[in-house]
């Protein structure tokens, strides 16, 4: 996946862009605050309608205007033609179009427009919640295999349903009613997720080798539910605790993915510069793994790298995603701290004052 071409208005402090971005790598440069980091967020919008910075999504409207939009040209890509897609925010509204066609869902855009984010927040992967790292898990299965989309939204209206019940504390026989069909829909979810790692394994442990040197990453998968016991016997077991806080305590919704390096929790063993590292290997393991099982690539949106990583992990990390394929997105306040060497096509941008414009040379 690549954009060739982005029109973008209003959004955050950019008044109005139009650029044409390299298929490979593009360096975008600028002093802090120019407007770099909301560059790579407008893309990350086009392709999910949210932020990967806030949850406020009024607040990607440039202040003193009433809208934003965003507009890209995408690459033709296996037997997809060439794509125009695009997508708007009025306050609270939202309008998004793919190939001229009113999209129904924002699955549709992420599907199409695979991404992954390396930023200053990466490291949460390894050092906060279980819900980064059940997201970073959920972006691996969702985009290589096509019957996870169905089996986590039929898991999530099931328990929807439960929750419901619960909060109206209702009857046991009318909460265990949802029961068996959770327990089936989470036994595919879980299934599903199992899979994915067994495969992606290897190649984060390969990748993790190549950029930082680690002897041996794993993961173990925590489904959600003790263990010892079938989702059937906690759900039991847990029922009246359930129903006194209202939400149901067990399923792949509270699942956690335990990161490891040389067989201990990983945030424990490394430093908080190596946890910067390993996040990132990680996410450029999931690309790989993605390219490999699906033929296509991503579109790597990655802020200041040179604020996170020294010269020779910052070279490793260029060189890897080199490798890889796919376009890149890097910023950074000076385009002198990221090596071009092993790029054979790039060009550069430069942000100011919320204008973008390329840099001939």
Request: net charge neutral.
């Amino acid at each position: 996946m690549a954009f060739l071409s982005l029109e973008i208005r209003d959004f955050r402090n950019l008044v109005a862009a139009a650029l044409a971005p390299s298929p490979r790598l593009n360096l975008i440069v600028g002093e802090n605050a120019s407007g770099k980091t909301s560059f790579l967020e407008a893309c990350y919008f086009l392709g999910h309608g949210r932020s990967f910075r806030t949850r406020h999504s009024e607040r990607l409207i440039r202040e003193g205007t009433e809208h934003c939009r965003v507009v890209g040209t995408l690459a033709a890509e296996g037997n997809v033609a060439q794509t125009v897609v695009g997508i708007e925010r009025w306050g609270a509204e939202m309008r998004a179009r793919l190939g001229g066609e009113p999209v129904q869902s924002l699955s549709v855009l992420a599907a199409r427009l695979p991404m992954l984010v390396v930023n200053p927040d990466s490291h949460h992967l390894l050092d906060a919640g279980p819900q980064y790292r059940r997201r970073f898990l959920d972006w691996g299965v969702f985009h290589v295999e096509p019957r996870y989309l169905a089996a986590w939204q039929r898991y999530r209206q099931v328990l929807r349903q439960r929750n419901a019940a619960l909060r109206a504390r209702q009857a046991a026989k009318a909460i265990t009613a949802w029961d068996r069909e959770l327990v089936e829909t989470a036994e595919r979810v879980h299934m599903l997720r199992q899979s994915y790692l067994d495969t992606f394994g290897s190649v984060a442990q390969a990748t993790a080798q190549r950029l930082l040197a680690a002897a041996e990453v794993g993961f173990q998968y925590q489904p959600g539910w003790p263990q010892k016991v079938t989702l059937t016997e906690a759900l039991e077991a847990g029922l009246e605790r359930d129903r006194g806080q209202g939400y149901t305590r067990y399923g792949p919704h509270r699942a956690d993915l335990a990161i490891r390096w040389d067989d201990q929790p990983a945030a424990e063993r490394v430093s908080r510069g190596q946890q910067k590292q390993l996040a990132i290997a990680l996410l450029l393991a999931q690309g790989r793994h993605f390219t490999g099982a699906t033929g296509r690539s991503c579109c790597y949106l990655v802020d200041d790298l040179a604020a996170e990583l020294d010269r020779g992990h910052r070279d490793r990390v260029m060189g890897e995603l080199s490798e890889i394929g796919g376009q890149v997105m890097v910023t950074a306040i000076d385009a002198s701290a990221l090596s071009t060497d092993n790029w054979s096509e790039h060009r550069m941008f430069h942000v100011e004052h919320g204008d973008i414009r390329e840099v001939v040379y």
